[in-house]
């Protein structure tokens, strides 16, 4: 307990002292791991902007494949329309060949018609030019055919829109054979583009998958970087709170040193002040001069001789009293 009253008394401010290092210590730490979440922080963001790189090339390479895999399913669609087609065209010569109507009797398809009518066009062209007749029987025939050919020009722009194959529908047997050709190659073709289309598609979906990953990867790392910036700022307002009282701390401290210096200046030049000799004093100085000129002696020390043993013991007593009160001066 004395060892602590010498230190306190030797050390007034060791109190004041302890707490601003301690804070101090505390800031330090404080800021150390504000650093060290910044630091982390960055490290996890360069690893976000290298993934997200990676997932903006990835991207381009999707964007290549799903143009590829567009341009076969736009493949296997024409495919798929014209086999489709034909086999339509294909179902109504077949109609055609066995003389189907429809259950209400209406007239026949305009292809059938029109088939109709080239081969009776047909006939009667090589029946004119074969046989002979009659000019009133020519001259009938010619006028059949020539109503026929004019409703063949008729049906002729609804044929050809129809039609995907042109054929001979003047023999419907060949007509037919040709369009089940066709109708197998395009069907074929169909399924050819279709197992295509699943590869790329299986090779497509694989990226996508990894685009994915790749995303969540991104998105994680983005996250976690945000977090230890959001730490460190943390830290960072609670350093700043703490360093208000720091500052408080350190500005006590500074005062009381300050009072103390101040004081002790003051005291010391106090204790000088009393203590000059009187060859020290400009007014002793003056005042001896001012005796020399009136009277025209002057003892030595500036005292006459019924002062000198009184001034000793004055001096003297005045001493011990002021070393008593002052106690020992210690400068810092």
Same mark, same amino acid.
């Given at each position: 307990? &004395?060892?602590? @009253?010498?230190?306190?008394?030797?050390? *007034?401010?060791?109190?004041?002292? %302890?707490?601003?290092?301690?804070?101090? #210590?505390?800031?330090?730490?404080?800021?150390?791991?504000?650093?060290?979440?910044r630091e982390q922080g960055k490290a996890i963001a360069q690893k976000r902007n290298a993934v997200q790189e990676q997932y903006r090339e990835h991207k381009k390479k999707l964007d290549l494949m799903k143009a590829e895999l567009d341009a076969i399913h736009g493949e296997r669609n024409l495919h798929k329309a014209k086999r489709d087609t034909i086999q339509a065209q294909l179902r109504e010569l077949i109609g055609q060949a066995k003389g189907r109507r429809n259950e209400k009797g209406e007239k026949k398809s305009a292809t059938a018609e029109f088939s109709h009518l080239m081969n009776e066009i047909k006939t009667l062209e090589d029946k004119f030019q074969t046989t002979s007749?009659?000019?009133?029987?020519?001259?009938?025939?010619?006028?059949?055919?020539? &109503?026929?050919? @004019?409703?063949?020009?008729?049906?002729? *722009?609804?044929?050809?829109?129809? %039609?995907?194959?042109?054929?001979?529908? #003047?023999?419907?047997?060949?007509?037919?054979?040709?369009?089940k050709s066709e109708a197998d190659d395009a069907h074929k073709m169909f399924v050819e583009a279709l197992k295509r289309a699943d590869?790329?598609?299986?090779e497509y979906k694989e990226?996508?998958?990894?685009?994915?990953?790749?995303?969540?990867?991104?998105?994680?790392?983005?996250?976690?970087?945000?977090?230890?910036?959001?730490?460190?700022?943390?830290?960072?307002?609670?350093?700043?709170?703490?360093?208000?009282?720091?500052?408080?701390?350190?500005?006590?401290?500074?005062?009381?040193?300050?009072?103390?210096?101040?004081?002790?200046?003051d005291h010391n030049n106090a204790v000088k002040a009393e203590m000059k000799t009187g060859a020290e004093s400009d007014e002793v100085a003056e005042s001896l001069v001012q005796s020399l000129l009136k009277d025209g002696e002057l003892m030595f020390g500036g005292l006459g001789k019924s002062d000198t043993a009184s001034s000793s013991r004055n001096n003297s007593s005045s001493k011990k009293k002021n070393m008593q009160r002052l106690g020992p001066i210690r400068r810092r």
């Amino acid at each position: 307990m &004395r060892g602590q @009253r010498d230190e306190a008394k030797n050390n *007034p401010d060791s109190e004041l002292r %302890e707490q601003l290092q301690s804070m101090e #210590s505390k800031v330090r730490k404080m800021r150390e791991n504000r650093n060290s979440y910044r630091e982390q922080g960055k490290a996890i963001a360069q690893k976000r902007n290298a993934v997200q790189e990676q997932y903006r090339e990835h991207k381009k390479k999707l964007d290549l494949m799903k143009a590829e895999l567009d341009a076969i399913h736009g493949e296997r669609n024409l495919h798929k329309a014209k086999r489709d087609t034909i086999q339509a065209q294909l179902r109504e010569l077949i109609g055609q060949a066995k003389g189907r109507r429809n259950e209400k009797g209406e007239k026949k398809s305009a292809t059938a018609e029109f088939s109709h009518l080239m081969n009776e066009i047909k006939t009667l062209e090589d029946k004119f030019q074969t046989t002979s007749s009659s000019t009133k029987k020519e001259k009938e025939t010619m006028e059949r055919i020539k &109503r026929m050919k @004019r409703r063949v020009g008729e049906l002729e *722009p609804e044929v050809v829109k129809f %039609e995907m194959v042109s054929v001979d529908l #003047s023999n419907l047997d060949e007509a037919i054979s040709t369009l089940k050709s066709e109708a197998d190659d395009a069907h074929k073709m169909f399924v050819e583009a279709l197992k295509r289309a699943d590869e790329k598609w299986a090779e497509y979906k694989e990226g996508l998958d990894h685009r994915n990953f790749l995303k969540a990867e991104g998105d994680r790392h983005h996250l976690e970087s945000v977090e230890s910036h959001e730490k460190a700022n943390n830290i960072h307002a609670k350093i700043e709170e703490l360093m208000v009282d720091v500052n408080k701390a350190r500005e006590q401290l500074n005062l009381a040193v300050e009072e103390r210096k101040s004081w002790m200046s003051d005291h010391n030049n106090a204790v000088k002040a009393e203590m000059k000799t009187g060859a020290e004093s400009d007014e002793v100085a003056e005042s001896l001069v001012q005796s020399l000129l009136k009277d025209g002696e002057l003892m030595f020390g500036g005292l006459g001789k019924s002062d000198t043993a009184s001034s000793s013991r004055n001096n003297s007593s005045s001493k011990k009293k002021n070393m008593q009160r002052l106690g020992p001066i210690r400068r810092r």
